[in-house]
């Protein structure tokens, strides 16, 4: 493990494979462990780069509210730390705003985007959260911790998987459970996504993208991934049918192959 710096603030970071960087941008309340086989995969052809985001993980849990900007700034300082002056960037959930402002922000950085489960933000005209998503998240501090990772978990990964993989419920379960942060820390991340909005500037995007989103997501509704796959130029979409939130920890094996792809096309 090793660090990066932005304003004092110190990111957490591994770096694994070899070739050109791919960097991971993780979602509310996960670090970089939480990607499931992903990263791990695709380190077989690229220098994948991932990282905790501030308030989780090996990283600083410096006072909130978060804001997406700022976390965009972090991930240039682990690409610094790296010494990539560009890189591919795949972005999930949360992560997916953080990528869509780094591409936006610094748009010399970014060779190509991967976006998944993700919007272009947290309010109109992007879709609202499921009310499913809702109630979930509004029980979710309130409740004892065991108890409301579970449900986070549940939540997430859909019914799909829920009924049909409970051997993966109980392996993010665990990993939840090892890995879960302050609660300070998913508060002021929360509050950095709540805020953000890039609708109407995604279509400045200039680097190739490719949006993946699971048809029975909970937590983002799907029909964002049709709107982000819209408003980016030339952006492709892949839907995975019948997955939830976290479709990369469910299907892994199979989105795989298909940023692969894109990424060496």
């Known amino acids: 493990m090793n660090y990066a710096t932005n304003d004092g603030v110190r990111l957490a970071y591994e770096v694994r494979g070899e070739g050109d960087t791919l960097l991971f941008i993780q979602g509310l309340g ?9 990263p791990h995969l695709l380190a077989e052809d690229f220098r994948v780069v991932v990282f905790d985001n501030r308030g989780v993980g090996d990283s600083d849990v410096p006072e909130g509210p978060y804001s997406v900007p700022q976390l965009a700034e972090d991930a240039v300082a682990v690409l610094d730390a790296v010494g990539a002056e560009t ?20 748009p010399e950085r970014v060779r190509k ?11 109109p005209p992007s879709y ?20 409301g990772l ?26 939840r459970l090892e890995h879960a942060g302050p609660l300070a820390g ?38 964002n991934g049709a709107l982000l796959a819209e408003r980016i130029p030339g952006a492709r979409l892949h839907v995975v049918p019948d997955r939830g939130h976290l479709v ?4 892994g094996e199979m989105l795989a192959p298909v940023v692969r792809e894109f990424l060496e096309s």
């Open 186 to 223: 998913w508060q002021a991340q929360a509050y950095a996504g709540a805020t953000f909005d890039a609708y109407d500037r995604i279509p400045a995007i200039a680097a190739p993208t490719l949006v993946v989103h699971a048809s029975a997501d909970t937590v983002v509704d799907a029909r």
């Open 87 to 106: 890189a591919y960037v795949f972005g999930v959930s949360l992560g997916g705003f953080v990528a869509q402002e780094l591409a936006l922000a610094h």
């Open 150 to 175: 579970r449900l986070m978990v549940e939540n997430s990964l859909g019914d799909h998987g829920v009924q049909k993989r409970p051997e993966l419920v109980e392996e993010i379960y665990r990993y």
């Open 248 to 251: 990369m920890w469910e299907e």
């Open 128 to 147: 609202p959260m499921p009310q499913r998503g809702v109630d979930a998240f509004t029980q979710f501090p309130t409740m004892e911790r065991e108890a």
């Open 30 to 38: 996960y670090d970089r462990a939480g990607f499931g086989p992903l």
């Open 113 to 123: 985007l991967v976006l998944v489960s993700t919007a272009a933000g947290s309010v």
